[in-house]
C-alpha cells in the first residue's frame, strides 16, 4: 500500500553524475512534461508497459538469441521505455557538426585513395594511414560516384560531466541500430501515446524513403529505372533483423551473395526468370568477406569478382569499399586537422582526448597512467578488446600492457569519461545508467541528411560504461524536440480523415 | 522474384501443411478411440508409424512404442526432421529468410506460432488434453494461411506459397488414405480390391461393412476434416469406396488430391503466365499431367486397379512434380 503512493522518481540519485533528465532543482526544461506524466505513474503502471513492450517485441521477433542454450531461448532486446530528450537548439549543433565531420571524412577517404595530399602535406602521418589494417591498396585510384564513399554513418556521441557532447568515434564500415531506432520509437508511440501528443517530437519514419533515394542517386549512368539490393550475410547475422527491416521498409530485395553473381563485371541477380542486372548494393558484409578473388579467398559470404564490377562503374556498393581507414581508432585523434585540411573549419564537436600507441610519448603515459585510462584495440567493435583501467585489477592492466607492448600501432588509451547518465526503469523504480548516442547521417550526392535523433544505448549493468547489445546494453528512443509545437507534427500514429470537405 | 526467396516460400507452404497434416495423423488415434473402442484395438501405435515410413527411424532411438514415445517422436523430437516442431520450426526459419518478401503479420504470425508451440511438452499433452494440443497446431497453421490469403500480394511469392501448400496436401491426402486402408482392412493384399459395401446387419464387426470398418472409414474423414461435407455429398453412408472417391476426386473437397493438384496446377501457370494447352516447361508438365488424370479417371476405375498402386503413384508423382518445380524455378 505504502509503495502505491511513491513517485517512481523517490530516491532517484543522480551519483554526481550528467543526469540528462533531473538537475538539483529538478527536471530540466525539455523534461518538464515528460517529468510530471512519469511522476504521476505508479510502477506497476509503469511495468504493464514494460511488459506490454517485451511481448509485442517478442512476437515481431525482435530478438536474440542466448547463446550456449540448447534451447535456443530468445529474448527480447532490452527497450527503456523512459525516452531521452534533444531540446531543437543542441540538436542544432549536433547537426551541423556531425554533417561537417562526414564531409571531412568523405574527402579524406577520397584523398588517401588518389593523391593522398593531406599525407604529403603533414598534417596526418603517412605512415598511420598505409599501414591501417584497414586502408585497402589495390583500392588506390579507383572512382566512385559523387565521391562518396561514406553513404551511411553512424558517429558515437558521448556527454560528459560537464553535458558537453563529444564525438567518440566514428562507424564508416556498416553501422548498425537503425531498426532500432525506428522500431523504439514505434513501441513508444503505441505503449505512450500521450506523451507525443504533448511533446512536439520531430519524426524519423522517412528514414528509409531518404536512404532509398540516395542510393538511387548513386546508380550507374544509363539506368533509367536502377534495381537496388541489399547484401546480407544470412540469418544468423547478429544484424540480420535489421536487414531484413530495412530491405522491407524500402521495398528493395534482401540478397544473400549465393543468390549474385558476377558476368563481364556486371552482377546479376538470380531470380525466377532468369539472371537480373543489380545497380546498387547495399552492402552489410565487411570488406573482408565481400569476394573471396580479393579479400579473404575462404569466405562464402560474398560474390567472387564483385570488386572488379566495382572498379569498372558497373555497379554501386555503400558504403564503398576501404571506408574503414576513415574510423580506424588510431585516425580518430586527426579527425579535427581533417576538418581544418580540407574545409578550412574549425570543428564543432568536440572529441575524446587521446593517447597513441603509435607515439612514443602516448604510448609511455599510457603505461605510466594505466590505472587511469581506458585502453581500445584500434579495429575491434562492439566492446571487444577493451580494458578499463579504473575497473580492472593490476593483473588485468599488466597483461594488457603486454599486448599493449606487442603491437602499439594498435591500441589507443583515452581518459575515462564519465558518461551522462539516464533514468531508467529497473526494479520497479527509476535509477540512473549511463547513455550514448548513436546518430544515424545519410550522404546524398550533394546533401547530408540526418535523422532527428538515432539510438540512445544504455549500459544496464548498475556502474557500467559498456553500451554495446552484446555487452548487455539495451536502448531508448530519442526524442529532438522541434522548433515549436504547431510546426512539427508527429506523423507515427495514424492519420485521420478529414470529414468536412472545405479547404 | 529471387529464385531462394521463392524456395524459401515453397518451404513456408509445404511445413505449415506438414505440420497441419502430422497434427491430424496422430489425432485419428484418438478418433479412432473416440469413434469406438472396438476400432481402438483395431488401430494401433505400430499402425501410426508405418504411415509415416519412420518405424526404423523410431526404432533407433526409442525402447518402446508407447503413446509417449510416439507423441514425442512425431511432435517434438529435434532429431526428426518431420516432427511438428521441426516443421514449425523452418517454417519460422524460412520466414524469417524472407521477411522482407511476406507481410509483417504472416512473420508475427510465424514467430507466435512457433513461441506457443514451445510451450507444449509431452508431459504436458498427456496430462492436460491431446485434444487441445492438435487443436492449437491446425489452428497455428489455419492462422497462418488464413493471414496470407488476406494479406500477402497476389503474385509470385504467393504462387510458391501456394504450390508448397497444395502440393503437400495432395501428397498427405494420399498417405492419410492409403494408411488407413491398410489399416482397416489388414485381410486384405494390394491384388484384391475393395468388395462393394454389403449389407450393414453384417456380423463380424470386423469385416467390411462391420461396425469397425463404419467407424474406422468415418475417423479417417474426421481426420481430414472431411466428415460433414462427405455426409453432405453422400447420403447413403460410409464405404471405403466412397471415402476412397471424395478424398481423391472430389472436385469441391478443398483437401482431395484433385482439388489440390488443380491449385498446384494454377500456380505454376500463374508464375509462367503459359495459357497454352501444352506446358512449358517441366514442372507444369508435371503438374498438368497428374492433374488431368485425374480430372478423368473414376474412382471404379482406381479401385479395380488397385487402390494402394494407385496412391503409391500419386505420392511419387508429387514428388516429382516437386522435384520439377525446384529444377525450374528454386534453384539457385
Redesign the interface.
Given at each position: 500500500m505504502q509503495n502505491e503512493s511513491l513517485s517512481l522518481f523517490d530516491a532517484y540519485d543522480r551519483g554526481g553524475f550528467f543526469d540528462e533528465m533531473l538537475t538539483e532543482d529538478g527536471p530540466r526544461p525539455h523534461y518538464q512534461k515528460l517529468y510530471q506524466n512519469l511522476s504521476a505513474m505508479s510502477h506497476h503502471e509503469f511495468r504493464a508497459r514494460t511488459e506490454l513492450a517485451d511481448l509485442t517485441l517478442m512476437n515481431q521477433g525482435i530478438t536474440f538469441t542466448v547463446y550456449g542454450d540448447e534451447e535456443g531461448t530468445e529474448k527480447p532486446f532490452p527497450v527503456d521505455l523512459v525516452p531521452r530528450i534533444i531540446p531543437a537548439s543542441e540538436w542544432a549543433h549536433l547537426e551541423r557538426g556531425l554533417g561537417q565531420r562526414v564531409r571531412a571524412l568523405n574527402l579524406f577517404l577520397h584523398d588517401v585513395y588518389h593523391e593522398a595530399k593531406i599525407l604529403s602535406d603533414g598534417p596526418i602521418p603517412r605512415e598511420l594511414v598505409v599501414n591501417a589494417p584497414n586502408f585497402r591498396r589495390n583500392f588506390i585510384g579507383a572512382n566512385v560516384p559523387g565521391d562518396i564513399y561514406i553513404h551511411i554513418c553512424g558517429s558515437d556521441l558521448i556527454r560528459d560531466a560537464d553535458g558537453t557532447y563529444r564525438v567518440l568515434e566514428d562507424n564508416c564500415r556498416t553501422p548498425s541500430g537503425v531498426s532500432y531506432m525506428l522500431e523504439n520509437r514505434l513501441i513508444l508511440t503505441r505503449v505512450f501515446p500521450g506523451l507525443f501528443r504533448e511533446n512536439s517530437v520531430r519524426p524519423i519514419d522517412d528514414y528509409p524513403s531518404v536512404l532509398l533515394n540516395n542510393l538511387r542517386s548513386f546508380a550507374p549512368p544509363g539506368r533509367e529505372e536502377p534495381n537496388v539490393v541489399l547484401l546480407t550475410p544470412g540469418v544468423y547475422n547478429s544484424a540480420y533483423f535489421e536487414h531484413a527491416f530495412l530491405a522491407q521498409q524500402m521495398g528493395i530485395e534482401l540478397v544473400e551473395g549465393r543468390d549474385l553473381f558476377v558476368d563481364d563485371n556486371m552482377v546479376f541477380v538470380k531470380t525466377t526468370r532468369g539472371p537480373q542486372r543489380v545497380d546498387v548494393i547495399y552492402r552489410r558484409i565487411d570488406d573482408d568477406f565481400l569476394d573471396p578473388l580479393v579479400f579473404r579467398p575462404e569466405s562464402a559470404l560474398g560474390v567472387p569478382g564483385i570488386v572488379n564490377a566495382y572498379r569498372s562503374g558497373n555497379v554501386v556498393l555503400a558504403n564503398g569499399i576501404g571506408t574503414g581507414v576513415a574510423d580506424d581508432k588510431a585516425i580518430y585523434p586527426f579527425v579535427p586537422d581533417m576538418i581544418r585540411y580540407y574545409l578550412g573549419e574549425e570543428p564543432i564537436l568536440e572529441q575524446v582526448p587521446t593517447y597513441l600507441g603509435w607515439r612514443e610519448s602516448d604510448l609511455q603515459y599510457m603505461k605510466d597512467h594505466a590505472k587511469e585510462l581506458v585502453f581500445k584495440a584500434t579495429n575491434e567493435s562492439g566492446g571487444y578488446g577493451m580494458l578499463i583501467g579504473p575497473q580492472a585489477s593490476p593483473t588485468e592492466i599488466s597483461d594488457y600492457l603486454n599486448q599493449v607492448m606487442a603491437d602499439p600501432r594498435n591500441y589507443i588509451a583515452q581518459p575515462l569519461i564519465a558518461l551522462s547518465r539516464s533514468p531508467c526503469f529497473v526494479e520497479d523504480r527509476f535509477e540512473g545508467r549511463h547513455i550514448d548516442l548513436r546518430p544515424f547521417i545519410l550522404c546524398g550526392k550533394d546533401s547530408v541528411t540526418i535523422m532527428p535523433g538515432g539510438l540512445t544505448r544504455v549500459a544496464l549493468r548498475k556502474g557500467s560504461y559498456v553500451v554495446n547489445s552484446s555487452q548487455g546494453g539495451g536502448s531508448k528512443d530519442t526524442w529532438v524536440l522541434g522548433e515549436s509545437r504547431n510546426v512539427m507534427q508527429q506523423t507515427m500514429g495514424s492519420m485521420t480523415q478529414r470529414m468536412e470537405g472545405g479547404c | 522474384?529471387?529464385?531462394?526467396?521463392?524456395d524459401c516460400a515453397f518451404w513456408i507452404g509445404r511445413y505449415i501443411e506438414r505440420a497441419e497434416a502430422t497434427a491430424r495423423m496422430i489425432d485419428v488415434h484418438y478418433h479412432f478411440g473416440l469413434e469406438s473402442p472396438l476400432v481402438g484395438r483395431a488401430l494401433t501405435w505400430e499402425a501410426i508409424l508405418a504411415i509415416s515410413g519412420q518405424k526404423k527411424k523410431f526404432n533407433q532411438r526409442y525402447q518402446e512404442i508407447n503413446e509417449r514415445n510416439i507423441l514425442h517422436f512425431f511432435a517434438f523430437d529435434q532429431n526428426n526432421s518431420n516432427s511438428i516442431l521441426n516443421c514449425v520450426r523452418l517454417a519460422r526459419?524460412n520466414g524469417?529468410?524472407?521477411?522482407?518478401?511476406i507481410s509483417?503479420e504472416m512473420?508475427?504470425s510465424l514467430?507466435?506460432y512457433y513461441?506457443d508451440y514451445?510451450r507444449w511438452n509431452v508431459d504436458r499433452v498427456i496430462s492436460e488434453s491431446p485434444f487441445a494440443f492438435f487443436q492449437s497446431v491446425k489452428n497455428g497453421s489455419h492462422l497462418f494461411q488464413g493471414i496470407t490469403n488476406r494479406t500477402l500480394m497476389m503474385g509470385?511469392t504467393r504462387d510458391?506459397h501456394d504450390a508448397g501448400r497444395f502440393l503437400e496436401r495432395a501428397d498427405q491426402t494420399a498417405r492419410i488414405l492409403d494408411v488407413k486402408y491398410h489399416d482397416l482392412l489388414p485381410r486384405f493384399t494390394s491384388e484384391v480390391s475393395i468388395p462393394a459395401p454389403t449389407d450393414p446387419a453384417v456380423v463380424d464387426p470386423f469385416s467390411v461393412g462391420g461396425t469397425v470398418d463404419t467407424h474406422g472409414w468415418t475417423a479417417v474423414l474426421k481426420s481430414v476434416g472431411a466428415f460433414e461435407a462427405f455426409r453432405k455429398t453422400y447420403r447413403q453412408g460410409v464405404t471405403p469406396a466412397r471415402v476412397a472417391e471424395f478424398l481423391i476426386l472430389n472436385p469441391q473437397f478443398p483437401a482431395s488430391v484433385r482439388h489440390s493438384i488443380g491449385r498446384v496446377e494454377g500456380c505454376v501457370r500463374r508464375?509462367s503466365g503459359n495459357r497454352d494447352l501444352s506446358p512449358s516447361n517441366p514442372a507444369e508438365r508435371a503438374v498438368g499431367r497428374l492433374y488431368n488424370d485425374l480430372n478423368y479417371l473414376r474412382a471404379d476405375e482406381i479401385i479395380a486397379s488397385g487402390l494402394h498402386e494407385f496412391l503409391e503413384t500419386v505420392e511419387k508423382r508429387c514428388a516429382e512434380i516437386g522435384f520439377a518445380i525446384g529444377a525450374t524455378?528454386?534453384k539457385?
Amino acid at each position: 500500500m505504502q509503495n502505491e503512493s511513491l513517485s517512481l522518481f523517490d530516491a532517484y540519485d543522480r551519483g554526481g553524475f550528467f543526469d540528462e533528465m533531473l538537475t538539483e532543482d529538478g527536471p530540466r526544461p525539455h523534461y518538464q512534461k515528460l517529468y510530471q506524466n512519469l511522476s504521476a505513474m505508479s510502477h506497476h503502471e509503469f511495468r504493464a508497459r514494460t511488459e506490454l513492450a517485451d511481448l509485442t517485441l517478442m512476437n515481431q521477433g525482435i530478438t536474440f538469441t542466448v547463446y550456449g542454450d540448447e534451447e535456443g531461448t530468445e529474448k527480447p532486446f532490452p527497450v527503456d521505455l523512459v525516452p531521452r530528450i534533444i531540446p531543437a537548439s543542441e540538436w542544432a549543433h549536433l547537426e551541423r557538426g556531425l554533417g561537417q565531420r562526414v564531409r571531412a571524412l568523405n574527402l579524406f577517404l577520397h584523398d588517401v585513395y588518389h593523391e593522398a595530399k593531406i599525407l604529403s602535406d603533414g598534417p596526418i602521418p603517412r605512415e598511420l594511414v598505409v599501414n591501417a589494417p584497414n586502408f585497402r591498396r589495390n583500392f588506390i585510384g579507383a572512382n566512385v560516384p559523387g565521391d562518396i564513399y561514406i553513404h551511411i554513418c553512424g558517429s558515437d556521441l558521448i556527454r560528459d560531466a560537464d553535458g558537453t557532447y563529444r564525438v567518440l568515434e566514428d562507424n564508416c564500415r556498416t553501422p548498425s541500430g537503425v531498426s532500432y531506432m525506428l522500431e523504439n520509437r514505434l513501441i513508444l508511440t503505441r505503449v505512450f501515446p500521450g506523451l507525443f501528443r504533448e511533446n512536439s517530437v520531430r519524426p524519423i519514419d522517412d528514414y528509409p524513403s531518404v536512404l532509398l533515394n540516395n542510393l538511387r542517386s548513386f546508380a550507374p549512368p544509363g539506368r533509367e529505372e536502377p534495381n537496388v539490393v541489399l547484401l546480407t550475410p544470412g540469418v544468423y547475422n547478429s544484424a540480420y533483423f535489421e536487414h531484413a527491416f530495412l530491405a522491407q521498409q524500402m521495398g528493395i530485395e534482401l540478397v544473400e551473395g549465393r543468390d549474385l553473381f558476377v558476368d563481364d563485371n556486371m552482377v546479376f541477380v538470380k531470380t525466377t526468370r532468369g539472371p537480373q542486372r543489380v545497380d546498387v548494393i547495399y552492402r552489410r558484409i565487411d570488406d573482408d568477406f565481400l569476394d573471396p578473388l580479393v579479400f579473404r579467398p575462404e569466405s562464402a559470404l560474398g560474390v567472387p569478382g564483385i570488386v572488379n564490377a566495382y572498379r569498372s562503374g558497373n555497379v554501386v556498393l555503400a558504403n564503398g569499399i576501404g571506408t574503414g581507414v576513415a574510423d580506424d581508432k588510431a585516425i580518430y585523434p586527426f579527425v579535427p586537422d581533417m576538418i581544418r585540411y580540407y574545409l578550412g573549419e574549425e570543428p564543432i564537436l568536440e572529441q575524446v582526448p587521446t593517447y597513441l600507441g603509435w607515439r612514443e610519448s602516448d604510448l609511455q603515459y599510457m603505461k605510466d597512467h594505466a590505472k587511469e585510462l581506458v585502453f581500445k584495440a584500434t579495429n575491434e567493435s562492439g566492446g571487444y578488446g577493451m580494458l578499463i583501467g579504473p575497473q580492472a585489477s593490476p593483473t588485468e592492466i599488466s597483461d594488457y600492457l603486454n599486448q599493449v607492448m606487442a603491437d602499439p600501432r594498435n591500441y589507443i588509451a583515452q581518459p575515462l569519461i564519465a558518461l551522462s547518465r539516464s533514468p531508467c526503469f529497473v526494479e520497479d523504480r527509476f535509477e540512473g545508467r549511463h547513455i550514448d548516442l548513436r546518430p544515424f547521417i545519410l550522404c546524398g550526392k550533394d546533401s547530408v541528411t540526418i535523422m532527428p535523433g538515432g539510438l540512445t544505448r544504455v549500459a544496464l549493468r548498475k556502474g557500467s560504461y559498456v553500451v554495446n547489445s552484446s555487452q548487455g546494453g539495451g536502448s531508448k528512443d530519442t526524442w529532438v524536440l522541434g522548433e515549436s509545437r504547431n510546426v512539427m507534427q508527429q506523423t507515427m500514429g495514424s492519420m485521420t480523415q478529414r470529414m468536412e470537405g472545405g479547404c | 522474384m529471387l529464385s531462394r526467396h521463392a524456395d524459401c516460400a515453397f518451404w513456408i507452404g509445404r511445413y505449415i501443411e506438414r505440420a497441419e497434416a502430422t497434427a491430424r495423423m496422430i489425432d485419428v488415434h484418438y478418433h479412432f478411440g473416440l469413434e469406438s473402442p472396438l476400432v481402438g484395438r483395431a488401430l494401433t501405435w505400430e499402425a501410426i508409424l508405418a504411415i509415416s515410413g519412420q518405424k526404423k527411424k523410431f526404432n533407433q532411438r526409442y525402447q518402446e512404442i508407447n503413446e509417449r514415445n510416439i507423441l514425442h517422436f512425431f511432435a517434438f523430437d529435434q532429431n526428426n526432421s518431420n516432427s511438428i516442431l521441426n516443421c514449425v520450426r523452418l517454417a519460422r526459419e524460412n520466414g524469417r529468410a524472407i521477411r522482407d518478401q511476406i507481410s509483417s503479420e504472416m512473420w508475427e504470425s510465424l514467430n507466435r506460432y512457433y513461441l506457443d508451440y514451445r510451450r507444449w511438452n509431452v508431459d504436458r499433452v498427456i496430462s492436460e488434453s491431446p485434444f487441445a494440443f492438435f487443436q492449437s497446431v491446425k489452428n497455428g497453421s489455419h492462422l497462418f494461411q488464413g493471414i496470407t490469403n488476406r494479406t500477402l500480394m497476389m503474385g509470385e511469392t504467393r504462387d510458391f506459397h501456394d504450390a508448397g501448400r497444395f502440393l503437400e496436401r495432395a501428397d498427405q491426402t494420399a498417405r492419410i488414405l492409403d494408411v488407413k486402408y491398410h489399416d482397416l482392412l489388414p485381410r486384405f493384399t494390394s491384388e484384391v480390391s475393395i468388395p462393394a459395401p454389403t449389407d450393414p446387419a453384417v456380423v463380424d464387426p470386423f469385416s467390411v461393412g462391420g461396425t469397425v470398418d463404419t467407424h474406422g472409414w468415418t475417423a479417417v474423414l474426421k481426420s481430414v476434416g472431411a466428415f460433414e461435407a462427405f455426409r453432405k455429398t453422400y447420403r447413403q453412408g460410409v464405404t471405403p469406396a466412397r471415402v476412397a472417391e471424395f478424398l481423391i476426386l472430389n472436385p469441391q473437397f478443398p483437401a482431395s488430391v484433385r482439388h489440390s493438384i488443380g491449385r498446384v496446377e494454377g500456380c505454376v501457370r500463374r508464375v509462367s503466365g503459359n495459357r497454352d494447352l501444352s506446358p512449358s516447361n517441366p514442372a507444369e508438365r508435371a503438374v498438368g499431367r497428374l492433374y488431368n488424370d485425374l480430372n478423368y479417371l473414376r474412382a471404379d476405375e482406381i479401385i479395380a486397379s488397385g487402390l494402394h498402386e494407385f496412391l503409391e503413384t500419386v505420392e511419387k508423382r508429387c514428388a516429382e512434380i516437386g522435384f520439377a518445380i525446384g529444377a525450374t524455378y528454386l534453384k539457385y
